[in-house]
T-cell receptor
Framework: NAGVTQTPKFQVLKTGQSMTLQCAQD?????MYWYRQDPGMGLRLIYY???????DKGEVPNGYNVSRLNKREFSLRLESAAPSQTSVYFC?????????????FGPGTRLTVT | AQTVTQSQPEMSVQEAETVTLTCTYD???????LFWYKQPPSRQMILVIR??????QNATENRFSVNFQKAAKSFSLKISDSQLGDAAMYFC?????????FGTGTSLTVIP
């Protein structure tokens, strides 16, 4: 039982390059989330998917797109990376409505955009 | 807009002593959940304790307990008998329906 997994763990991009961060969970959760963590800012929600087939914007969605590929997988895409997107990205999953909304987090991806 | 405020960017505690981390939140909802998460240097987010707003009883998990004051919208975390392994960033979080907010964190240092 791996929980929430993310790939890659580290990535360096040049401005304008694109990439996709992958996330998968094996807990059969309906809901999945993408956060970014910046120094002094805590975690901010980028996008979430309350259930398979649905996605919604969070607090800071600009510059990102997401895909809920199936119940297990939720990817985050940067189409044209900018230095402001340098951050640590976390994926999380939970079962809304049961289990008290507890979110289980992946190990994070440290992204640097130069 | 809902917000979560942690007004202590850094705290320190002597090993075996007790420390309290504070958190306040702003909401117009009546049904919500509050969490404290711990983030050690490994970056992994670990759930410490959870509080359901409709429960008046304060949550407790071993050495960790909360002081939940719903009317004051306050949710503080007390760590008793602090251990070196408690050193980490601690985040307070508010979740209601599809709204998720984290505080900016408190960095806790444990002094041997």
């Amino acid at each position: 039982n791996a929980g929430v997994t993310q790939t890659p763990k580290f990535q360096v991009l040049k401005t304008g390059q694109s990439m996709t961060l992958q996330c998968a969970q094996d807990m059969n959760h309906n809901s999945m989330y993408w956060y970014r963590q910046d120094p002094g800012m805590g975690l901010r929600l980028i996008y979430y998917s309350a259930s398979e087939g649905t996605t919604d914007k969070g607090e800071v969605p600009n510059g990102y797109n997401v895909s809920r590929l199936n119940k297990r997988e939720f990817s985050l895409r940067l189409e044209s990376a900018a230095p402001s997107q340098t951050s640590v990205y976390f994926c999380a999953s939970s079962e809304l409505g049961t289990g008290g909304y507890e979110q289980y987090f992946g190990p994070g991806t440290r992204l640097t955009v130069t | 807009a809902q917000t979560v405020t942690q007004s202590q960017p850094e705290m320190s505690v002597q090993e075996a002593e007790t420390v309290t981390l504070t958190c306040t939140y702003d909401t117009s909802e009546s049904d919500y959940y509050l969490f404290w998460y711990k983030q050690p240097p490994s970056r992994q987010m670990i759930l410490v304790i959870r509080q359901e707003a409709y429960k008046q009883q304060n949550a407790t998990e071993n050495r960790f307990s909360v002081n939940f004051q719903k009317a004051a919208k306050s949710f503080s975390l007390k760590i008793s008998d602090s251990q070196l392994g408690d050193a980490a960033m601690y985040f307070c979080a508010y979740i209601s329906g599809n709204q998720f907010y984290f505080g900016t964190g408190t960095s806790l240092t444990v002094i041997p």
